[in-house]
C-alpha cells in the first residue's frame, strides 16, 4: 500500500505485520528478538573445544573445506531462489491466470455479491447461483445444522435452496463475503503452518472492523465489510501461487539431482529450506495492487468497491481516498496494531504513528477497542 510505503517508520511497522502473518518466529528474528550475541558466543565456544582436541593442522584443512563447502551451498541457494523468483514474477504478469487458475474465482461468487447490495434483491435471484457452487452449497447446509442455529435438535436441513430460505437475507450479507473468501485461501500454508489461519482471521477481522466504524459514521455496512473482507485477496493470490510454484520446483531440483546422480548437489538441496524472505518481499510488493487488479476483473457494475480498492493499492495519504477506502484503511491500520501488540512487536511511540497516519479518531479506537471482530454474530428468528 502506498499508504505505508511513503512513511519510513509505518512502513517498517506494516512490513513487521506482514512478517508475522507468515510466522511469529520469523517476525520476532527481524524485530531483533533473537539474542544473536549468545549465539555467536556458543558458536566460538564449541569452535574452542573442536580446536583443543584435534590438531591445529587438521582443524585448518577442516575449516578450509567446510568455507568451500558453505560457498558452494549459498550458490545452488542463491541460484534456486532467483529461479523461483522469476517463475513466480512471470506468473504475477498473468493476471488471468491468477483469477481463473490459482484462485479459480466462479463468475458466481461476484455476482452473488453483488446482488446481495442491490435493494431489490430476493432468495430466489441467489439460490440458483448459490446452488451451482457445489462447495457454497455444502457450507451453507453445515451452517444452518449447527446446533446454535437448529430451530430443531432432531432435525436437519439438507437442502441448500431450503438453507438459504432460513438463513435470509441480512445474515447472508455476511455470510456469502465469509464463505466465498475462505474458500479462496491456500489449501496449505506449509511450511508456514499457521500462516493460513492468520491469512483468514485478518481478512475477518478487517471486515468486521470496517463494519463497526460504517455503522458508526452512518455509512454502507455491507459495503464497508466485504471491502474489507476482500482486501486481502492479493495475498491469497500472492500464498497461493508463491507456495505452489516454490514446491513445484523443488521436487523438480531434486528430482533432476538424483537422476544425474549428483550426490553433492542433492545433498544441498535436500537441506534447502523455504525462505519467509521471499514470500515477505512478495507480499510487500504486490498484494494491494494485486487485491484492486483481481477485484477489477470481477466487473463489480454497482457494488462500489472497485474504487476503494484502488485508493487501498495507490493512494499516498488517507486523505485522498474515497470513505470507503478510508474506513478500510482505519480497520487495516487497527487490526495491524492489535496483531502487533498481542505480540509485543509494537511500541507505544510506534502505535501514536499508527494511528496517526490512519487518523484514527480516539472514539474510533474505543469503539474498535469495545467491538467483537473477531466473530460472526448472525441473528435467526
Known sequence: MQFFDNNDAISTIYQQAISLSISKDFAEKRHGKVDLVDFQGSEQENRRRELLSVEVKAQQDKIVAAHGEEHFRKQVMAAFYAQV??????????????????????????????????????????????????????????????PQ????????????????????????????????????????TAPFSLMKRKLWNDSLSIALAASALAEH??????????????????????????????????KQELRDAFNTKDKRLHNILSKIENSPELLLEQLILRSSKLSAELIEQMNFDRLPITEAMFDLAYSETITKMSPLAQLVTKAKVYVTYRNLAKEKLISEEETGLLFESAKLTKTEISLLNKSDIDHIKLKFN
Open 85 to 146: 523468483n522469476k517463475q513466480v514474477n512471470a506468473q504475477f504478469d498473468n493476471k488471468v491466470y491468477l483469477y481463473n487458475d490459482v484462485l479459480n474465482i466462479e463468475d458466481a461468487a461476484p455476482t452473488i455479491l453483488e446482488l446481495l447490495y442491490l435493494r431489490a434483491t430476493s432468495i430466489n435471484r441467489i439460490k440458483p447461483l448459490a446452488t451451482s457452487l457445489s462447495w457454497l452449497a455444502t457450507d451453507l447446509v453445515n451452517l444452518v445444522n449447527k
Open 217 to 250: 459514521s452512518g455509512a454502507n455496512g455491507y459495503t464497508a465489510f466485504t471491502t474489507g473482507m476482500l482486501s486481502n485477496i492479493g495475498q491469497l493470490a500472492i500464498t497461493r501461487c508463491y507456495l505452489t510454484t516454490y514446491n513445484r520446483m523443488y
Open 149 to 188: 442455529y437448529r430451530k430443531r435438535a432432531d432435525v436437519q436441513v439438507n437442502d441448500a435452496n431450503l438453507a438459504l430460505s432460513y438463513i435470509g437475507l441480512d445474515n447472508l450479507k455476511l455470510v456469502m463475503p465469509t464463505f466465498i473468501l475462505k474458500h479462496w485461501l491456500p489449501k496449505s
